[in-house]
């Protein structure tokens, strides 16, 4: 019995951990239509001299790609949202470091809005929404994106719906060593999801009465 209640545990971390892998990665080889008008694009920690590291500058730069593409493509320009607060130890916030990046290309800075007060994924998508609200009077029928890592694309999509935006995800690639480490956080990310976590401490409770009710018994 205890055996049995104790595997239950494991093995629901395990599905969690193994679904998420699956649908992680279905997730990001995923590509939106070319006919968005907002692109937004998830910050996360950058160098202290204000250059972005080799993840983020691969998000601003999978972000510019598709906005090129689909000018080329459809001769549709969307609004590029540069996501992210600045931290205890940041100069400033993540949105001004990618900014400061793309005035530094040709890319035309008058498509560029910032939204440089979140500082989780879910604040990135709901303050972004935000923004969109302000400067669209149909924000509701508005095509958006979200450009963030890879590995990172699943969850975000999902805090984008509980936080009310209609976003597909687009993945920058990153190294294939990091993915391991990241999916782990994932899943953890995923279990911090309230309903999910209950759930998984109420089979370990369980579990736990029950050795503590045998033990009783046997001493």
Request: aromatic fraction near 10%; include cysteine; charged fraction near 20%.
């Amino acid at each position: 019995m205890i055996r049995n209640t104790v595997g239950l545990a494991f093995t629901y971390g395990e599905c969690i951990l193994f679904s998420t892998i699956i649908c992680g990665i279905r997730a990001a080889k995923h590509v939106p239509a070319p006919d968005r008008d907002y692109i937004l694009i998830l910050g996360c920690c950058f160098r202290k001299d204000g250059t972005l590291t080799p993840l983020l500058k691969a998000r601003v730069d999978k972000a510019l790609d598709f906005w090129r593409l689909q000018k080329k493509k459809t001769g549709k320009t969307a609004i590029i949202i540069p996501s992210g607060g600045q931290g205890r130890n940041e100069p400033m916030s993540e949105a001004k470091a990618m900014s400061n990046y793309i005035a530094g290309t040709d890319f035309p800075m008058e498509y560029v809005m910032l939204e440089d007060q979140s500082v989780n994924t879910f604040q990135n998508m709901q303050f972004s929404k935000k923004v969109i609200d302000g400067c669209d009077p149909d924000s509701s029928r508005a095509k958006v994106c979200y450009v963030t890592t890879n590995y990172h694309v699943l969850r975000s999509g999902i805090l984008a719906n509980k936080t009310g935006v209609a976003a597909e995800g687009l993945g920058a690639r990153t190294k294939w060593w990091f993915w391991p480490n990241a999916y782990v956080r994932e899943c953890a990310g995923f279990f911090s999801n309230r309903n999910m976590m209950i759930l998984y401490l109420a089979i370990l409770a369980a579990a736990a009465g029950i050795i503590i009710q045998i033990t009783n018994v046997m001493f």
